[in-house]
Structures are given as C-alpha cells and as structure tokens.
C-alpha cells in the first residue's frame, strides 16, 4: 500500500538519517519496543514500513510543527501585541500542536487499521450476497471466492484476493484453511459475519439441493440482521455526540460573539488576532477534530460507486473544471472588491459602512460573499455530473431488482435471453434499467454476439458504462448461469433479485435511522447556526455601541470622580475590532462550520461521496451566507432604532 504516510517514512528514513546517531541501535531498540497492536496493524493495512521508520517519521513531523508554531508566534508578535491570557494560550497551541502531531504520526497505523475494519465491516452484505448467489449457482467454495473477489472492489474483497495469494504461494494447505483463517481474522470484529461464513461453508457438504439453498438463506438473513442492528446501534450511539457537537462546538461559540465587547467591562480586551486565532483556528479544528472522531465509529454501509473520467459523461471534464475554477476567482474576486470599490466611489446613499450600526453592509460581508459565490459556482459545475451520474446508477439499482424478477420469470419459462431480455424492457418501460435491457436485447438480435458480450463488451455492451458492482456482478452471474440451465438460472435470478430487495430495504432502514441527525446537523449548518450568528453579531454592535456612548460620558468626567473598583475607564469600555474585521472573521467561522457540518451530515448519509459533499456545500453555503446576511442586515437596522 502506498499512500503520503509511507511516503513520508521513506523520505525521513532516506534523507534525515542524519538526525539519529546510531541508525543501527536506534532501528533495533524500536523493533524491541513496538506493540503487538502495531504489528498487527501493519499486516492488515499492508502497509510497507518498519518500525524505525514509523519513529524516525513521527520524530521529524513533531520537529516540522513545533518549528512552524515558533516561526508563527515570531510572526505574530511582530504585527501585534496581547494580553497574558492569550500569551498563555499561543504558548499552550505551540506546545500542544507538535505533541499531537507526535502522538498522530506515532499512532497512524493503528488508526487506520482500525478505520480499515470499521469501513470493511460496512462491505459485508454486499459481499455475502455475492458469495451466496454464487454458492447458490455453483456449491463450489473455492470458485466462489474466486468471483466474488474478481467481481467485487469492496474494500472488503481486497482481503479476499490477499487470501488467494496467499493460498497461491502455498501459506495455506487448502481452501478450506484459508477460509478458516478468514473467518476468524473477521471473527473479531463480526461475529455475524464469522457466523454466515461457517454457515455458507456447511452448505457445500449439504446432500440435500432444498437444506443447501434453505442454509444458505439463512447466512444473508444473519448478515442482513447483523448490519441493520449494528447501524442502530451505532445511530443511537450518535444521538449524545451529536448534540454535544451542535451546543458546545457551535451553538455556544456563536453565542458569545454578543458578549466579546462587554467583557471589556472586566479588563479582558480582544483584538482582530486573538478573534482570529480563536474563531479562525482554535475552535474549528477541534470542531473538526470531535466530528472526525464521531466518524471514525461510522460502519461505512452505503460507500460510493467510483465513477472514472473515462465515463461519456465526464467527456472534457478537466477542461470544464479548469474553466469553472477561472470564472469562479474572476466572480468572486469581483463580488469580494465590491464594497471596497463602492466607498471608493463616495459610497452613494451610505450603504457601506465600517462604522458600528451605520450604513446597511460592512464591506466585509461582500468579501465573505466573494468566497462562497466562488466556491458555490466551481463546485455546482465541477461535481454536478458525478453527482447525476450517481443519482442514475441509485435509481437503476433500485429498479433492478424488479427487473431481475421479470427476467427470472420468463428465462424459467423456457424463454431465450434475447426475447427475456425484450419482455423484461417492455414490462420496465420508461425506466433507465428498461433502456438498458432493450440494448442487450437489441445487441443480442442485431449482432448475433453471445449474452457476456451484449452486456459488457467495451465497444458496444449495453451496460458498460454503468459502474455499478451490484449490477455488474449479478448480471456476470446470470450469464454464466444461462449458459448451462435456463430453468435453474430463471430460478436462481429469481432468488437474486429477493436478496436484492432485501439489501435495498436495510439501506433504507439504515437511512432512516439515521435521518433524525443527518437533518440537525444540515438545519444547523444552513438555518440556526447563521440565524445565531446574524443576530449576535448585531448585539454585539448594540453592545459596542452602548460601551462607546459610555466612554465618551466618562471621558467628561472629572479623574477624582472615575469607578474604581471595577478599573472602568473609557480606555477599557473602547472596543478594539472594528465592527467590519469582527463580521469578517466571524464569517469565516460560520463557512468553516458550514463545511464542517456538511461533511458531517454527507458521510454519514452518503457514506463519504466527495461528489455529493462539494455538490451539497455548492448549495448549503449560499443558504447558510443569505441567511446570516439577512439576519445580520436586519437586526443591525432594527438594533440602530433602539439606541
């Protein structure tokens, strides 16, 4: 395996050797004291690196962050100064960042491990449902294994074809050893999955066809059953992270933008850095951070098909996102200049202002404006294609099954597959799977080519550009099947197209579970976290506004006459943002909550589609921005009438 984690080992072992004295001792003293869990780790990721180098890695990126942190803090203390608090603070990031990136480096391989069997563990439906469809074809465990690991690109099949190699270069005496091994390697994280495979293996020893076909139903039942009670367990798990995510992470943050100018009341003063570093850096990477972590425990049950460039489709899609990403930064950068511009024109009727509660926009909000239309306008057009093309791949997985149905019934009547496939078509007309069926049934009659080639040839197959695992590998099946019975394969299709359904009605079960929090954190990113946002940053100005009012009543005050015991004085009652950096930076904030809670919201749901991710922020962002805008226009007019 072969990703920026190996190749930042090998890099460091090859070029920064220099920083261990004694390479040799150093290499063996790590091979003495690394865990079990680590090797372990290694052997399941396939990943390519020996402990010195796993040490040696962690070392210099701890090195690389800590000298980064100090060349920032020099950085920032040459353009600004703070108080101790926020002294405390950097000093407590400058530390905190390279110890983390230590731990992070040190403990990767683990982790992904443990990411790997979590997603994996999302594959085994789909996966079982291939082997049982073939078991039920041919009771033949090795040929099976052999297809569903040729015909799947599961994570989870990738583990298969490391079992035939091994099988292959004779680390196992047969394949019912290897199966074993498999078993209870998965044992220890599905013992549902461990419970089919014996139950799926019994059956090729079964002398009865009926108990063969009845035991191998039963290992789909329990997989079924296992995935859908682990997503609800795992659903009701979500509930208390997910609220702890929207309060504190965002609901809270949001809510005390209002009291920043207040508590200069108290001597603690805020300046355009220290909100920065705050609302810019601090809080969102540990919003990240928390909302990583929930996601990391996610069973990956609804993973994405991978829709290449090659697809009709996508025909000159660089080409398209290269000019989308130009139009995007030509538009933004127009849009983010405006306000700008418009006070350099005299600024006509006040619109713009910099000023607390005058004007309607600070010039601010048109650069925050800026960056959404530009990131709304490159990810609406760059992704909208893999979104649609998924969309219809959704749709003919879903009309499939009763389409496989149709097909069984009339294969088992005796029918040829050219007059099936036309019945089928007619039967499912107006359906995407219908068109599909009419083309092989048209290839079959027009070219006089053989079923595999009508479905899937690369020039002509009427299904080849349908990248679909399910569909792909029930219809391989099929016309294998074909070829030796047409009634036992009309039966056997039949019996595919159940498993289908059943499979379809434990994803849905499995979405709706889980739609209670996929719709908060989507309604938090696009409704109440900008509605929040907008009004507090109107009394937040209110508040200013109020403090200012008060200083200058107190700057005419005689000194002998000054509140002392609470150290107030217009020095301190003065709010040191002005009122247009504060829109700008909370602004910001709210788009990285945005992306944060979309992406949130998308894995869970979609299963990590990076497709549908940018799809949706293209649409949530604008939403979330004309709220806050709206919000924050609003409550500054009315807020400006009440003082």
């Known amino acids: ?130 082997i049982v469809m073939s078991m039920k074809l041919v009771s033949n465990m090795e040929k099976t294994i052999v297809f569903t690991a040729e015909n799947s690109n599961r994570p989870l099949a ?31 994280n599905s013992e549902y999955f461990k419970r089919s495979l014996h139950l799926v293996k019994s059956s090729a020893s079964e002398p009865d066809e009926a108990q063969r076909i009845i035991t191998l139903n039963r290992a789909l039942d329990i997989v079924l059953d296992g995935t859908k009670n682990l997503m609800d367990t795992f659903a009701a798990r979500l509930k208390t992270p997910t609220y702890v995510l929207y309060s504190i992470f965002i609901l809270i943050p949001l809510a005390l933008v209002a009291l920043m100018p207040a508590v200069t009341v108290v001597g603690l003063r805020f300046d355009i850095a220290t909100l920065i570093i705050l609302y810019n850096i601090v809080l969102p990477l540990i919003t990240f ?113 009763d389409a496989l149905f149709i097909l069984g019934r009339r294969i088992s009547e005796g029918r040829s597959a050219e007059e099936a496939f036309a019945h089928t078509a007619q039967t499912m007309k107006g359906s995407t799977i219908g068109e599909g069926f009419e083309r092989i049934s048209s290839n079959l009659v027009t070219m006089r080519t053989d079923l595999h080639s009508a479905i899937f040839d690369p020039d002509y197959g009427a ?26 394969a009309g039966v056997a299709i039949i019996k595919l197209a159940d498993h289908l359904k059943e499979l379809q009605n434990v994803e849905d079960n499995i979405k709706r579970s889980l739609y209670d929090m996929t719709s908060t954190m989507r309604s938090t990113a696009c409704i109440f976290a900008p509605l929040i946002a907008g009004v507090t940053i109107a009394l937040s100005e209110v508040i200013s506004q109020v403090l200012q009012n008060v200083a200058k009543g107190m700057s005419r005050l005689p000194s002998d ?74 409550s500054r007019i009315i807020f400006r009438g009440l003082i």
Request: charged letters at 15%.
């Open 289 to 401: 951070a928390y909302a990583e972590y929930i996601l990391m425990q996610r069973p990956a049950t609804l993973l994405p098909q991978e829709i290449p460039d090659t697809h009709p489709a996508l025909k000159n899609i660089k080409l398209k996102k290269r000019i989308s990403l130009i139009v995007a930064v030509v538009v933004g950068g127009m849009v983010s200049v405006s306000g700008y511009t418009y006070m350099f024109l005299g600024n006509p009727y006040s619109i713009i202002s910099t000023t607390t509660l005058e004007g309607i926009l600070p010039p601010t909000l048109l650069i925050l404006w800026g960056i959404v239309i530009a990131a709304s306008i490159y990810m609406n057009t760059a992704f909208a294609p893999y979104r649609k093309i998924r969309g219809e791949i959704k749709a003919m997985e879903n009309q499939f099954s």
């Open 158 to 188: 990738k583990d298969l074809r490391k079992m035939l190699w091994r099988l292959q270069v004779r680390m196992y005496s047969s394949m019912d050893d290897a199966v074993l091994d498999f078993t209870q390697l998965w044992g220890k």
């Open 463 to 488: 299904f080849k550009d349908i990248y679909s695992d399910r569909i792909h590998t029930t219809l391989t099946l099929f016309s294998e099947s074909v070829q030796k019975s047409h009634l036992s």
């Open 1 to 130: 395996m072969d990703n920026w984690y190996t190749r930042g080992c090998r890099y460091t072992s090859r070029h920064m050797k220099w920083m261990i004295r004694d390479i040799g001792s150093f290499s063996a003293t790590t091979e003495k004291v690394v865990s079990q869990d680590y090797k372990d780790a290694v052997a399941f990721t396939g990943i390519d690196v020996e402990p010195f180098e796993t040490a040696l890695f962690s070392y210099v990126g701890a090195f690389t962050a800590l000298v980064t942190m100090l060349t920032a803090d020099i950085i920032i203390f040459q353009i600004s100064t703070f108080r101790s608090e926020i002294l405390i603070l950097l000093a407590v990031l400058t530390l905190a960042i390279p110890a983390l990136t230590l731990l992070y480096l040190s403990e990767y391989i683990k982790i992904y491990a443990r990411y790997m069997k979590i997603q994996s563990m999302g594959d085994i439906p789909e996966v079982l449902s291939y």
């Open 561 to 634: 006459v000054m509140p002392g015991p609470a150290n107030i004085s217009p020095e301190t009652l003065n709010q040191s943002i002005p009122p247009d950096l504060f829109m700008l930076a909370i602004g910001i904030y709210l788009i990285l909550i945005t992306v944060i809670l979309a992406r949130f919201s998308t894995t869970i749901e979609h299963g990590g589609d990076r497709a549908q991710l940018m799809f949706d922020l293209g649409q949530m962002l604008p939403i979330s921005l004309l709220i806050f805008t709206i919000t924050s226009v609003a």
